[in-house]
């Protein structure tokens, strides 16, 4: 089944650590996102990738950081320069470069910050 | 700058219609997008429009798009509990660069059975 996975479902961090979320996709799409999704402020993009080895900062990019060593693969590490990294955080993927741009989303990945 | 904006909460009763509005402000899109997400879940897209269409319908799903007035509306007919979930509009439009894909803040809607 093509689709796009992330791992864990929850993580639970201490103050002061940086902690890496996983994202993976086998339906062959060039491009990749990062959001952020806290209550009531929607989706916030972090960082995107449209091709392997380049990524560009979104809307909030500080305090995160990315690679993007393989089409199939675009892990997010939250740092501890975040100064409030507790939320939900969506990894998408979709075709580059496309007028249409429906993006699949991965089932999310809950951090705690403790 | 390009803006999405969604009211936060609507609440209906089951069996009845429910309408989600979305403004946008560029007018240089290309598709626009309701997305909806479960509990605990990612999105799924659940209908688009293209730009130079005013209607589209999809079983118990209208979607209407008024350009003049950069709005975008979704109709869900026969409202069931389990459409209970947040519900996402979405744009591209060109951009600087390429293909730039924005999202609007969600609506929570909530069914009463």
């Known amino acids: 089944d093509g689709g796009i996975t992330q791992s864990p479902k929850y993580l639970f961090r201490k103050e002061g650590q940086n902690v890496t979320l996983s994202c993976e996709q086998n339906?062959?799409?060039?491009?990749m996102y990062w959001y952020r999704q806290d209550p009531g402020q929607g989706l916030r993009l972090i960082y995107y990738?449209?091709?392997?080895?380049?990524?560009q900062k979104g809307d909030i990019a500080e305090g995160y950081s990315v690679s993007r060593e393989k089409k199939e693969s675009f892990p997010l590490t939250v740092t501890s320069a975040q100064k409030n990294p507790t939320a939900f955080y969506l990894c998408?993927?979709?075709?580059?470069?496309?007028?249409?741009?429906?993006?699949?989303f991965g089932p999310g990945t809950r951090l705690t910050v403790l | 700058g390009e803006d999405v904006e969604q009211s936060l909460f609507l609440s209906v009763r089951e069996g009845d219609s429910s309408v989600i509005n979305c403004t946008y402000t560029?007018?240089?899109?290309?598709?626009l997008y309701w997305y909806k997400q479960e509990p605990g879940a990612g999105l799924q897209l659940l209908t688009y429009?293209?730009?130079?269409?005013d209607m589209k319908q999809d079983q118990r799903l209208t979607v209407l798009l008024n350009k003049k007035d950069k709005h975008l509306s979704l109709r869900i007919a026969d409202t069931q509990t389990g459409d209970s979930a947040i519900y996402f509009c979405?744009?591209?439009?060109?951009?600087?660069?390429?293909?730039?894909?924005?999202f609007g803040a969600g609506t929570r809607l909530f069914v009463k059975a």
């Open positions: 998408a993927s979709s075709l580059q470069g496309a007028a249409y741009n429906e993006q699949f």
């Open positions: 339906l062959n799409h060039d491009a």
């Open positions: 990738s449209q091709i392997v080895n380049d990524f």
């Open positions: 560029d007018s240089s899109s290309t598709y």
């Open positions: 429009i293209f730009s130079n269409m």
């Open positions: 979405a744009e591209t439009f060109l951009n600087t660069g390429g293909f730039k894909t924005i």
